[in-house]
Each structure stands twice: as structure tokens, then as C-alpha cells.
């Protein structure tokens, strides 16, 4: 007889912390162009040796990922490289807000500060409220589900060779039904 053993998760949020948390300011907002709310998330990336960690920025318009990291550890330093990768590639950024959960790395003062550097407005959710990011959890379930990150990979090398090839699919192949049947990078590219 062969029973199912449980899979573990990794906790990625820590909302229990002494940073500032911000308003969400994109509740009832109606999106209309690229840049002009990007949403944030960290998942988890199962290895044999463990978890490692993905931070994803992910334009809420164009559904696209403009910057990602994958470390492991959930330290602040994997979020902010995503954020630096994702303002390098951006052109126009003027009216632009990030929105996040309440994690204790999107509330730190260095990745706030980066954000308040480059004027860009800072939402978060409310309290225990994942409804409020579900574009970014959204994201999360694409990635694992149909480009198969949720399997176990053998060590933090292969997650990032699978985790880079499954983005490349996912902003440039992948058709959505909510872009009518266009991808991330095309929506993207012709409207930024």
C-alpha cells in the first residue's frame, strides 16, 4: 500500500515586523498601460538539498515579469536585485507603483528607499489579505503548474536554468486569455 506523503512548504511572509507598512492605493484602481503597477511576490523553488527562493516583479497590465531573482535565502538581497534588473529594462516609470504584501523585505528601508529614489509610489496589501496581490500569487501558479516549477530540483544551478527558461516561455509564448490571446511581451512592448 503506498500512501501520499505530505509536501512541505516554506512560509515566504513575515508580516510581523517594525518596518512601516504602506496603504494599498491600487485597490479600485483601473490599470491601462505598462509601468504603471508592478506587483511583487516571492515563491518557494523546492531543491534537494532544500528550498531556494524566486522574487518576481510582474507588470500588472502587460502580465509580464520584468525582473526576477532566484537565491537561496529569503533574505532582503534576492528582492532587490529583482528590482534593480526590472527598473534597468524599464523606460518610462513617471507614474508608477509598486505593490507588494506586507513581507518583511518589501517593508525593509533599503528596498523602500530604493522605490522612494526613483519616485515610484509604494502600495501594499491589507492584513492577511492575499486577494489583494492575486495577480502576483496568480503568477506564482502559472510558473508552477504548466512550466513545471514545482517539482524538485537537483541543486540551485538547475532551479535557475528552469526558472530562467520558464519566464522566457512565459513572457514570450505563453498566449492569455485576459491580453486576447496575446502574450506578456507583445502587450508589453506595444503599448509601453
Same mark, same amino acid.
Given at each position: 500500500?503506498?500512501? +501520499? ?12 515586523? @517594525? ?8 485597490? #479600485? ?38 525582473g ?6 529569503l ?9 534593480? =534588473?526590472?527598473l ?10 509598486h ?15 530604493? +522605490?522612494?529614489?526613483?519616485r515610484? #509610489? ?5 492584513? =492577511? ?5 492575486? +495577480?502576483?500569487? @496568480? ?5 508552477? #503548474?504548466?512550466?513545471?516549477? #514545482? ?22 509564448? @505563453?498566449?492569455? +486569455?485576459?491580453?486576447?490571446? =496575446? ?6 512592448? =506595444?503599448?509601453?
Open positions: 500500500m503506498l500512501t +501520499l506523503r505530505k509536501r512541505y512548504s516554506a512560509r515566504t511572509t513575515n508580516s510581523y515586523h @517594525r518596518f512601516y507598512k504602506y496603504k494599498n492605493i491600487i485597490k #479600485d484602481m483601473e490599470v491601462t498601460a505598462p509601468n504603471q503597477v508592478w506587483v511583487s511576490d516571492i515563491t518557494y523553488i523546492r531543491t534537494v538539498k532544500g528550498f531556494c527562493y524566486l522574487a518576481l516583479i510582474t507588470d500588472m497590465y502587460s502580465r509580464k515579469i520584468v526576477y531573482d532566484l537565491s537561496n535565502s533574505e532582503l538581497n534576492g528582492c532587490v536585485r529583482a528590482l534593480k =534588473k526590472a534597468y529594462q524599464a523606460k518610462d516609470i513617471k507614474q508608477l507603483i505593490h507588494s504584501d506586507r513581507g518583511i523585505q518589501y517593508c525593509s528601508n533599503v528596498y523602500t528607499q530604493i +522605490l522612494k529614489r526613483n515610484i #509610489d509604494i502600495s501594499m496589501t491589507e492584513e =492577511k489579505h492575499c486577494y489583494e496581490n492575486a +495577480l502576483a500569487e @496568480r503568477v506564482n501558479g502559472i510558473l508552477k #503548474d504548466e512550466f513545471y516549477l #514545482d517539482q524538485t530540483f537537483t541543486d540551485v544551478a538547475h532551479a535557475k536554468r528552469a526558472t530562467k527558461n520558464a519566464i522566457k516561455l512565459y513572457n514570450e509564448i @505563453r498566449l492569455h +486569455l485576459s491580453l486576447n490571446f =496575446k502574450t506578456p511581451n507583445m502587450v508589453y512592448l =506595444k503599448t509601453a
